[in-house]
């Protein structure tokens, strides 16, 4: 930045140009398309209503690693006309850890860091995962795909486009599943 200064003389108030450190103001920070803010995206599963019943699933977008960050949660709910065939649901300002609905939380995996490019697309994922599973369930009978397939199939395509680290869908493929 550049400071203009009177001459020392009086009579003669032309403005001179000198550079002064020390008046030069913090650089403003602001952030660009390289510098995106880090999510932690999360799988989250809730007890079953049964030791034979499938776990509910979801994933879970943080910005914190603790256990009481809010998250947004992405997961598929049944469209109400007991089919087999699902809806795409985002809920907000949810504890990672806390009760979900009416199912108690059960566990929790860090699947890794996503950037902003890859949050802005997790809906479009959603919606896109729920159409193939949907359609599954049309060609091969009521409940044969659920919220676990549609979380595998988010994460499998997460991984093949290198946003998540290779390894991650078969570390999810062990996580509980029933009971």
Not at 108 to 120: Q, R, T
Not at 125 to 130: L, N
Request: aromatic share 10%.
């Amino acid at each position: 930045m550049v400071i203009f200064r009177p001459l020392l003389r009086p009579s003669n108030y032309s403005l001179h140009p000198v550079d002064d450190p020390s008046r030069r103001p913090a650089p403003a920070v602001t952030i660009t398309q390289s510098q995106s803010l880090v999510a932690y995206l999360w799988l989250v599963w809730y007890q079953a209503s049964s030791s034979t019943s499938p776990k509910h699933w979801a994933l879970a977008v943080t910005y914190e690693l603790h256990e009481r960050a809010y998250a947004t949660f992405y997961e598929i709910t049944g469209d109400g006309n007991g089919m087999g065939q699902f809806l795409p649901r985002v809920v907000r300002r949810v504890h990672l850890t806390g009760t979900h609905g009416h199912q108690q939380y059960d566990g929790k995996m860090l699947l890794g860091e996503i950037n902003d490019s890859v949050l802005g697309a997790l809906e479009m994922y959603g919606e896109s995962a729920v159409e193939i599973v949907n359609s599954h369930n049309r060609k091969h009978g009521l409940g044969e795909s659920n919220c676990q397939d549609w979380a595998m199939i988010i994460i499998r395509s997460l991984e093949d486009s290198l946003f998540l680290p290779r390894g991650t869908l078969a570390k999810v493929e062990k996580c509980p599943r029933y009971g």
